[in-house]
């Protein structure tokens, strides 16, 4: 909306409103127990500090004594006490609360339902009469409690809520926060007897906690999402946004309409993105029978799938390429899927076709091409089963190899990591945190490295913990200091706390990572708790320099994140964050301004809020799949897949790598980089430019190969043939950077596969381009 556009009197006088309003900000949760209300109540806490007026009334502690811990200091309303059966419930008092009338009221248990002769019949009529009288709120609420999903919670684990509240719930709160907790901590609450004696049999079973978890990510992303829409919308900005895919299908009247639908889904799925799907029609033709049955089976599929259909009106079909585009920038599309072209080379040179001229016109959309596999191998679309591993048979005797590979896992320490969407989130908290419950319980816990940034919550947070002191070097006659992991071997500990694992070590250290040093520290079984932050992850470093603009150097393999044991988001909405900033908790206040007008942007918050939402949903999903769970969300691929990169020595090859790890990744796929030498010696310059390549390529878990070729017209061919020998279904390639003029007298390596790879996919990835998103 343009700041000069005058406002109606309804849009004033619900301004004014809003102002006399009260804040609403839920705090969900997976499960019971993931502690929700301990948050509530320590958010609540800094509240008071800061002068603001907080009180507590309705708040079930269920006796946890970290919990009950946080209630000192805190006003109590007393509650309306109630039985319903055997249980005992607890009523918000509205009169004594509107006589109180404190700035901020903090409750539980949103989805709660009064007792009969109540005002309102449930809390959250109460929470919004309150709010109304200018009283902010800060609720709880569980996932399953949510109408709308509480069917397909039920329908995949047996857990059913007494009472719900509509899903819209959310998108009345101001700020949601999610408390993420993984399986493992749940089940340790559960044993510890934490949780109590009346938790559900099927909160008790891993695979349910990870469906409940992943469904909780999942939700609060695609809130995430519709914020960072509506703030891009109001500052101007128009594309993709990097955070999450968008799927645009480009389906026909035509028998193969539904196969181009079908292998949408499946793309949308994996990559747990959005699907949508646009037909075209001539103006001034009229649908034949046979296209209007096409249609009709095209309508029920995409409803089937939950897609979004749209029928766009052409003059003529040359139009068709210009539409396509501008539609798919105004729905801010990441990807186009589309067929293949079946004209031949002299055709598309006189005639052109839709393909090329698609490709022409994107910028930052990759494009997809689907292969029609019928002729070659038959296709095959539909998601099926996947088959489950076979167990290992029981009666089958170790080999002496096998003994020593399951005797090192033995060993090997636990290793679980606090993941966060940006500096200042608390996951160093956090680990302290986790370290002093630990000490508590007389297990042997050290700090290894800590880096305070001289945030005093965190340096209290320390306790009693003890500190291995760092190692010193002297680099270029300056005194350095890194983690001494010597010592820490030397020393042995039960568990070593590790802040930032991304970290870069010192020239002359005796690895060149820290993470390389936690890998150390866990085959020595120690086990270690770290912390990380997801622009970290080296396969997200394209969307993150996409979101913020900035190229995070400091990257870490996802395969040290896959390894881990167990995995926590620490989740905070970027208001809070934003606030912990101009409180100077986490950068010394000459820094605050140049932080907040630069990566600490609103925008950015945003967007890497639901980066690490969906990352680590997609962690659980894997995790899901890996324990031979069939309600893995994202559902099982249909065929096996073999991923072919090709590259240059062009500065888009390391996003083209990282691009084909991301959908090998969640395909289960094998996959290959290849670069094609041509000519004589390579340079040293050409050497260091592969070993770099080669390296993240390794880094990432793909194959990198180095062919030699000494004619520029075979590497096409060349390129083709390795393609075929090891049986590649998708190839993924960098857009043709050339002008149109000059593939009419010399084909480029793209426009030569679209016509000779026609029997595999094509993902054709395309230049980003930083101020088309301006």
Avoid at 551 to 557: F, I, L, N, S, W
Wanted: charged content about 30%; hydrophobic content about 40%.
């Amino acid at each position: 909306m343009s700041p000069y556009k005058r406002k109606t009197p309804e849009e004033i006088l619900y301004s004014i409103y809003r102002l006399h309003r009260g804040r609403l900000k839920i705090i969900i949760g997976s499960v019971s127990g993931s502690g929700k209300t301990y948050h509530m109540l320590q958010e609540g806490k800094l509240l008071k500090q800061q002068g603001i007026d907080v009180v507590i009334s309705a708040v079930s502690t269920m006796q946890r004594s970290e919990t009950v811990q946080q209630l000192l200091d805190l006003e109590r309303v007393p509650s309306i006490h109630w039985r319903r059966g055997d249980k005992e419930q607890k009523d918000l008092p509205l009169d004594a609360l509107l006589a109180r009338n404190p700035e901020v009221l903090l409750v539980d248990g949103l989805a709660h339902r009064n007792r009969e002769e109540a005002r309102f019949r449930t809390r959250l009529e109460d929470i919004r009469f309150l709010m109304d009288q200018g009283i902010s709120v800060i609720t709880t609420i569980n996932v399953y409690e949510l109408a709308g999903v509480d069917e397909i919670i039920f329908k995949m684990t047996g857990i059913r809520a007494e009472e719900t509240v509509p899903l819209h719930t959310l998108e009345m709160a101001d700020e949601v926060r999610l408390i993420d907790v993984s399986p493992e901590t749940i089940l340790n609450r559960i044993n510890e007897g934490v949780l109590g004696d009346k938790t559900h049999p099927a909160i008790s079973r891993r695979g349910n906690l990870g469906v409940l978890r992943e469904i909780s990510l999942r939700l609060v992303a695609e809130g995430v999402n519709d914020t960072l829409e509506k703030h891009r919308e109001e500052h101007g900005l128009i594309g993709p946004s990097g955070a999450v895919e968008r799927i645009l299908v480009s389906a026909q009247y035509h028998w193969n309409g539904s196969l181009y639908v079908r292998r949408g889904q499946q793309i949308a799925k994996r990559l747990n993105g959005d699907l949508l799907v646009v037909t075209f029609v001539l103006s001034k033709r009229t649908l034949t029978r046979e296209q209007q049955a096409f249609k009709r089976s095209i309508q029920k599929l995409v409803e089937k799938v939950g897609a979004k259909y749209e029928e766009l009106h052409l003059p003529h079909l040359r139009k068709l390429p210009s539409v396509l585009v501008r539609y798919a920038i105004q729905n801010n599309v990441t990807r186009i899927v589309m067929g293949h072209s079946n004209k031949s080379r002299w055709q598309e040179r006189w005639q052109g076709s839709i393909v090329n001229r698609v490709l022409r016109r994107t910028r930052n959309i990759d494009v997809f091409l689907m292969a029609d596999r019928a002729e070659k191998e038959g296709e095959r679309i539909l998601p099926i089963k996947a088959n489950k591993k076979g167990g290992e048979d029981p009666f089958h005797r170790l080999s002496s190899k096998e003994i020593e590979k399951k005797i090192e896992t033995i060993r090997r320490g636990t290793f679980k990591v606090y993941i966060g969407s940006a500096p200042g989130v608390g996951k160093t908290y956090k680990m302290l945190q986790e370290g002093n419950i630990l000490l508590n319980k007389g297990i042997d816990v050290v700090i290894g490295l800590l880096e305070t940034h001289g945030r005093k919550e965190t340096i209290e947070q320390v306790g009693r913990l003890p500190v291995i002191p760092r190692a010193k070097t002297t680099y270029q006659a300056t005194q350095l200091e890194e983690m001494d992991t010597e010592a820490i071997i030397a020393r042995h500990p039960e568990v070593v706390l590790v802040d930032e694992l991304a970290h870069t070590n010192m020239p002359g250290s005796g690895t060149k990572k820290r993470y390389e040093d936690v890998t150390r520290l866990l085959e020595s079984g120690i086990s270690v708790i770290t912390t990380v932050n997801v622009q970290h992850l080296e396969s997200l470093n394209d969307a993150v320099e996409q979101l913020t603009g900035v190229r995070v150097r400091e990257t870490v393999p996802d395969a040290v994140l896959k390894m881990a044991d167990e995995v926590e988001l620490i989740d905070v909405t970027p208001q809070m964050l934003q606030e912990r900033m101009r409180d100077g908790k986490i950068y010394a206040f000459e820094k605050v301004n140049q932080a907040l007008e630069s990566f600490f942007k609103m925008g950015n918050l945003i967007a890497l809020r639901e980066l690490a939402l969906r990352e680590i949903a997609d962690d659980v999903d894997e995790r899901l799949e890996a324990w031979d769970r069939d309600a893995s969300l994202r559902g099982p691929w249909s065929r096996r897949e073999v991923i072919f990169v090709c590259v240059d020595m062009g500065p888009r090859s390391e996003r083209l790598i990282r691009r084909g790890f991301r959908i090998a990744h969640r395909l289960k796929a094998e996959w290959y980089v290849h670069y094609v030498h041509c000519g004589g010696l390579k340079t040293a310059q050409d050497q260091k430019r592969l070993d770099a390549l080669r390296h993240l390529t390794e880094r990432l878990g793909g194959k990198m190969e180095v062919a030699e070729t000494n004619s520029r017209r075979k590497i096409h061919k060349d390129l083709l043939n390795r393609m075929n020998e090891v049986h590649t279904t998708q190839l993924i390639i960098g857009n043709s950077r050339k002008p149109f003029w000059h593939t009419l007298f010399k084909e480029s390596v793209v426009h030569y596969m679209l016509r000779n790879a026609r029997y595999m996919d094509m993902l054709i990835v395309a230049d980003f381009d930083p101020s088309i998103t301006e």
